[in-house]
């Protein structure tokens, strides 16, 4: 039994530990067992954590239920993955409260280059059926993952499309990977685990309860590269989603409805808000995401030679060029420098010819 996913298991388990505690206590100790061999003095001496948290880590002790995720994890062939996994969705980094241990069960990569997300109403009309089945057929050629929800409506549209059109689906559940809801789509489950799989962050025994699909909401946001809303009312979790991809910068697209229809008033104010770009056809996607597969040129500049680089442009441009291309979550993620730091790099290194950005927020050394 492997003693560190006990440990991992568990501080996804600790009262008051959150992911984005539990993302900072990883950084810090590296390994989820160090951080429970920590004293509690050295604990509380952290940013953040203090006595409360401390106390929380230091008492736990419900290790019992970790051995028994362990055992139902091993029946199932379920795929623990850890924040610190190198198969960890490096786009998910992006996002400060991304959860520290996901459960998947699937053949996909988590970490294709082109992800897209679909959301949508769950009462879609014929309209809306035919758009989502329209753009996913458009899309197959560029090699893309689809991720949805599988809630009813257009989630499972765009689930059932992908696999009609052997394109690899991805199902984020807001529940444990010992049910499906709705149950009605659990054959469809089994095509999607064929054909991709399911992710989520809960344990078995977990209920689809109201307040997990935001929860699910921020990783169907978070592991995309563009999320689309198909028919949207003007609340509701399709809204929510949208709201949270937008705080993760990511491109998102909305298909525009009539005036006064209900199940487009969603996505027009998306619209209207600037907050994602009409679509139309899958044509405006890949304009705008750089899928188009031509070549990207550029005017050819001599590189400067003798160039002085600081230990932290050094850093992250050794992490560009032995990752070729490489995304700018997995530089953050692998730099584990600030923002503002690594945008200051990387315009550094642009300048100087040494580095090329690509589309879909992409690095590349020359």
């Given at each position: ?39 509690k ?10 006595s ?45 409260d ?20 679909v ?31 599988l809630a ?5 549209i ?6 009609q ?6 199902a ?12 009605s789509?659990t054959?469809?489950a089994?095509?999607?685990?064929e ?19 935001p ?18 009312g003007?609340?509701?979790g ?46 405006d996607?890949?304009?705008q995401?750089g899928?188009?597969n031509?070549?990207?040129?550029r ?33 953050m ?16 290194l ?17």
């Amino acid at each position: 039994m492997d003693n560190e996913l006990i440990f991992q298991i568990a501080l996804s388990k600790i009262p008051h530990i959150g992911d984005v505690h539990a993302k900072t206590l990883v950084s810090i100790f590296n390994s989820a067992s160090a951080i429970f061999k920590t004293s509690k003095r050295q604990l509380e001496k952290i940013e953040g954590i203090g006595s409360i948290r401390a106390n929380s880590i230091k008492n736990f002790n419900n290790f019992n239920f970790c051995e028994k995720e362990i055992k139902f994890i091993e029946k199932n062939n379920i795929q623990p993955i850890f924040i610190s996994s190198e198969n960890y969705p490096k786009k998910l980094l992006h996002s400060a409260d991304c959860p520290v241990l996901l459960y998947f069960k699937g053949t996909a990569d988590l970490n294709k280059s082109k992800i897209i997300s679909v959301v949508g109403t769950r009462n879609n009309s014929e309209y809306g059926k035919f758009v989502c089945q329209k753009l996913i057929r458009e899309l197959k050629e560029y090699n893309i993952i689809v991720v949805s929800g599988l809630a009813y409506g257009i989630d499972t549209i765009a689930h059932q499309t992908s696999i009609q059109n052997n394109i690899p689906t991805i199902a984020v559940l807001a529940h444990g990977l010992d049910k499906i809801y709705p149950v009605s789509n659990t054959n469809l489950a089994k095509e999607i685990i064929e054909q991709g799989g399911l992710l989520t962050e809960f344990h078995s025994g977990h209920q689809p309860d109201k307040q997990n699909f935001p929860k699910r909401n921020r990783i169907t946001a978070g592991i995309c590269d563009a999320l689309i809303v198909i028919e949207s009312g003007k609340k509701g979790g399709s809204l929510i989603t949208a709201e949270i991809a937008n705080s993760y910068n990511k491109d998102i697209f909305a298909v525009p409805g009539r005036i006064g229809d209900l199940k487009s008033e969603g996505c027009n104010s998306l619209v209207h808000s600037h907050k994602a770009s009409i679509v139309q056809s899958s044509a405006d996607i890949i304009e705008q995401m750089g899928w188009n597969n031509t070549t990207i040129t550029r005017k050819n500049k001599q590189r400067s030679l003798f160039i002085e680089l600081t230990n932290e442009e050094n850093k992250i441009y050794t992490i560009i060029s032995e990752n070729n291309p490489i995304s700018l979550d997995e530089i953050m993620y692998k730099s584990m420098c600030s923002n503002s730091a690594i945008a200051t790099v990387l315009l550094h290194l642009e300048i100087n010819n040494l580095i090329v950005a690509l589309p879909g927020k992409l690095y590349k050394s020359i």
